[in-house]
């Protein structure tokens, strides 16, 4: 039996509604608000590592993003998105979309990267100062996490010791980063480092353990004006050791004394401290200081050349002055004093 054009026409609508109504179910999950649009104002949401996509939803729907968490899991769910959401810290706006805050999330220029920056050469207690205000991480969580430093994943011939191997660089801070997580990123970097540089392997090529290589470099790295010096630095530790002398560095002095001057006396010099290089031969224990790579890399790699002194006679604009005369040495001193008007 022929059907007529009507039944047709009508069976065709049915059809289409089905089809439109499929489409609906899976862009929308029934019952599920969402709001339309890209929303409107900006609002700064975390993402925690390990967050899953309803857990994200929640944190959405309570900062106003989107209108329920259900739309954004279904969302998530039907783009198969589920393992491209990263931890951070994202500028999303007001009453979004599901589907426009899920866009927002995977653009990389959404991610409001929170850093912190460490400087060359700091010591620990500074390096610990520097990260408490950079993150609002109490700083008493990294004083804590640093006292328990075979937590720290240290390389062995750190021998327990954090100074010297918090490597200075910028830092991502991801929500819920903890002291001691950043701790160990710190440790963590240095290790890359210290491959890049072959530094095991290549410390004994100076006669130096790795350990002592990382001690020069952190004197390298305070009394080095500018980087193109370090070589040379470098190059006088090596003249002195290599002859059995003291190193006679005010840096080590200024650790023991635990303050930063160019003003060291000769009465600074007498502190009994087995860091006092003016008073003991060799190198001091251990670092006097966090050394970045160019200072490791100078260390490693010194400079050819016979000087046994340097003085930096400008201080303002690094000039540093290498001699291997001691007359000469003692005029450059006199500069120094001149500068700093104590002659």
Known sequence: MKASPALVAGAAAVTAAIAFGVHAAV?????????AGAGYGA????????ASAGDIGRSLERA???ASSRSFVHEVTARAKENTLRPGRYRLRRHMA???ALDLLLAPGSRVVRTVTVPEGLRTAEVLTVLAAGTGIPLADFTSAAARPGDLRLPPYA????EGFLFPATYEIEPGTTARALLRSMIARFRVAAVKLALERSAPAVRL????AVTVASIV????????D?????????NRLARGAKLEMDSTVNYALKRHTLKVSEADTRIESPYNTYRRPGLPPGPIGNPGESALRATLHPAVGDWYWFVTTDPRRKITKFTDNEAEFRKYRQELNRYLGTN
């Not at 021998?159 to 954090?162: N, S």
């Not at 370090?230 to 090596?238: D, L, M």
């Open 64 to 66: 106003g993003v989107v």
């Open 43 to 50: 609002v700064n949401v975390d993402i925690t590592p390990g």
């Open 209 to 212: 353990t790795p350990r002592q």
């Open 230 to 238: 370090y070589p040379k630095v470098s190059r006088v530790v090596q």
């Open 221 to 228: 790295q305070a009394e080095g004006g500018v980087e193109a």
């Open 27 to 35: 862009r929308q999950e029934p019952g599920a608000a969402d709001y």
């Open 98 to 100: 599901a589907a426009s």
């Open 159 to 162: 021998e327990g010791d954090i």
